[in-house]
């Protein structure tokens, strides 16, 4: 039985266990920079459980969303109508997002290095790509200006590599040069903090590099590092994630995504 | 507001798009005019540069069509689908034939804003350690005169030919959105020539009404084109939903060459304009994307005499 | 939109406002918070930094009680009327003691900007050719990174407190404006603190039923204060108009500072916050700038569900 | 009898010579920034008479104002209500005068000297002057970014100087220097191009100098050189302006400032 078959032998899905993993984050949290997908239920849930006063933004330039239904994208009319407040994309970027007042942007990513580093634009080389991805979008601003930066993204040999084809986002700007260059750049935010993906949760330390702090229900240790290509920092006490509670799956299944689309 | 701009899309592409232009047709994932960018593809327009924060399914289409040289972008893909299969074609390996001009959103938000405000560069704290000021040697650091700061720029984007769809406008060009406003304004104002494409056609006294709600003076806009739907299948708030069917069904369409040919054939070569697309659409099929109703209120203004 | 945020006058100047901050009342024309610095002054706040783009009255009558030890502006007079002398007395002939720190509008705005966008300077076509980098020196040349075109720069302002009156907002501090809208929002998003003062606290469901004409969103607001009238002399577009007859009465008031003092006295020390300034100057007064009516009209959200 | 007295005894006033004189001068333009006072007037006796299609912007915001009464200031709620666009006055410094879609800004002065500089800042030395007088407001911008400029003031020894004490907003930038300063500094505009006194009429050659046209009816060159501080430059053929139509003067009278604020 490899890792996912062991999670699939659990009465929760892997996705699941990712949005649950990533909520429980956001605790103390309270301006979110919300991308669609699994971050959206992530924060959703979150504002149903640990982080009741979070506020939504999203990049499509609405503040204080409440959709009546699961936004189908980043713009959907739905977290328009009854949102408190909709703005142009020059004040969202620039005045919400690089002026400081967002605590947590998501991200997600095609690869990923131990210091947090990301690509989401190309596989391979950039002006012949054997795979062209989207490219940075927001990321790259969100990951310097938002205080910090939340990843989720499933774990592969192919995302969690030794080197990235292309740096589009900036990684944890942690340790002696990631304080000059802090300093001399003026940024605003403390980079990926944390990454959250199908078979555990990693923070960063002080030199700025990923450690694995938990694993979830079902998942060794060997089975992370076969799925990432250099050997993991770990924690002195790695521990197992707690598995969503009842309450946790109810509000997933029944109230945020109950036509499955993000979480089966 | 003397004489009226109103002109059938045909007059107005024909009139306003060359080829060789910098085309943008804006709009975040809200009100992308379609409606245009058909018709582009049927007059035939070759190597335009089309600009454009998030290339979605009508960039797809039109590199299809073969209309593009080159394009300037910040996010490319089929927004909550996946990527966009025509323009992967022309991108990926070898034989990757599209020019790419690549910046990030705030970047390209920052591009028209600078078009539009006549500044030689746009600085924003982005782009820091990440290999974006490589593959795009346009994006250059500059140092604050306080301090010694560093942060980038950008430089202006001050498209040939901006297209807008909008909820309303009156005669004269003079256009209210609401819902996302993305960087429509930005565009239009750094445009050299602005259509705006609008699902109603109102009296000035309506725009009047309520000039805080202008986002687009007529002063700017060259040609008024009235085009009901003509966002379909991207949507516009309050009139019509997202026809999310075709988002997912042109994944399959634009991953294969000749699929995007009989489509192009079939929904934009083979109909007469937008009146001929939307009757092949069919009634049941517009109305099914009508949402109910949700009123913003009304605020007065006073009448000072 | 948890707690409320709604608070006296009296309790959110002690609160947000201190010795030798840097504080701007911002409003161009429309929604001047007279009533806010009413209460600075009543506070007996001291070595202020007034800063704004056009120090109106209110500035002339804090500067003239004593609260302030500098302005930050563009625009120095009584709009349509004169001077003001409260500001000339202190910045006039070898005993000049009010600091002064000079800008043009667009300058002024762009300090704004870039306090609320945390750049370290905003880039802007001004100033060339002039005196004013040389009377100011934080007026600096900066060449743009494309083709070496020289531009001008001006710093990030980031007032301790920003005060802005607006027509209505809910408890949590989300705020619409309607009308002039100045460099508000600019100035809100630049500061430490925000306090909103209304003339009418509305529902949350009012906000939501109209997102676009948000200007403030509550995020940023520390307190929401309800003061009908909290704008008079100036004026709240559909509200009420300016009260014209105050600002030529005030070129007299304000030529002598002794009248000045016995003016403070009187409107100021002497009433019992607004609802004493109000009660003093009289229904009929106020009845007397109510405009007619002429209202915005509706749009359609549209309900998607 | 000086000049003054002179024009008094014409059947119209010194300003509204003025008036008529500087809308005159608006003929062919599209689209006007308007101060309000003299210029206000002008401007919309202009759409009335020879430049119908103006489009009227106010720095305060407002594009398209359509004022139900004659405003009392440059941010009058009678300029809001019923206009085409109300809009920030980031956008409007930004997108519309910088960004080169105002064809004619208006500007007032306390001091001008013969290349169009204007002083509207201090009299006396800056840091003590003997008069603080208002300072730019958007006078610099619009001197720098206005295709042109037409300047309204009346005229005097005082106002008419060999040395601005300040300079607040930029002259006439012809000549060699100015083809180079303009270039370097990517100048859309051409600065001021007229000056609009009680006494007459200036264009400015190519040199950048304030050069003579016209003379109002009932003043001579001697009145115009006894009211400025330098000796002007002078038309070939100095000709006298045409005075007020009947119909100018009841627009002016009846329709724009029936209560003569501005124009007795």
Redesign the interface.
Known sequence: MNALERVAATDFSASEMMIVAAARELAGRR?CFVG??LPNIAVNLAKLTVA??L?LVY??????A?P??LP???????I????????????L???Y?????IDVGFLGAAQIDRFGNINS?VIGD????????????????IA??AREVFVIMRQSRRSFVEHID??????N?AGANGAR?RQ?????GAGPSVVITDLGVYHFGGEGVMRLDSLHPGVTLEDVQGEMAWQPAVAERLVETAPPTAEELRLVRDVLDPDGIYTR | MSESKVASMAEAIAASVHDGDTVAIEGFTHLISFAAGHEIIRQRKRDLTLARLTPDLIYDQMVGAGVARKLVFSWLGNPGVGGLHAVRRVTEGASASLELEEYSHFGMVGRYTAGAMNLPFFPLRSYFETDLPIANPLIRPIRSPYGDELVYAVPPLKPDVVIIHAQRADEGGNTQIWGLLGCQKEAAFAAKRVIVVVEELVGEEVIRADPNRTVIPGLIVEAVVVEPFGAHPSYAQGHYDRDNRFYLEWDAISRDARALERWLEEWVYGVTGRAGYRAKLGEERLASLRPGSAPSGSVDYGDYR
């Open positions: 301006v669609v997908g009741t006063d506020e990049e499509a330039g609405v503040f204080g409440r009546a239904r189908l994208s980043i713009g959907d009319p739905t328009v109508t009854r949102a408190t407040a909709v703005t142009s994309m020059f004040e970027f620039g005045f997002l690089q002026g400081g007042l634009t950039y002006a012949h790509p054997t795979t062209r991805l989207p490219g940075s979008g927001g990321a790259c601003e310097i200006n292309f740096r589009t986002s900036p990684g700007p260059i001399e750049q003026g940024w605003l």
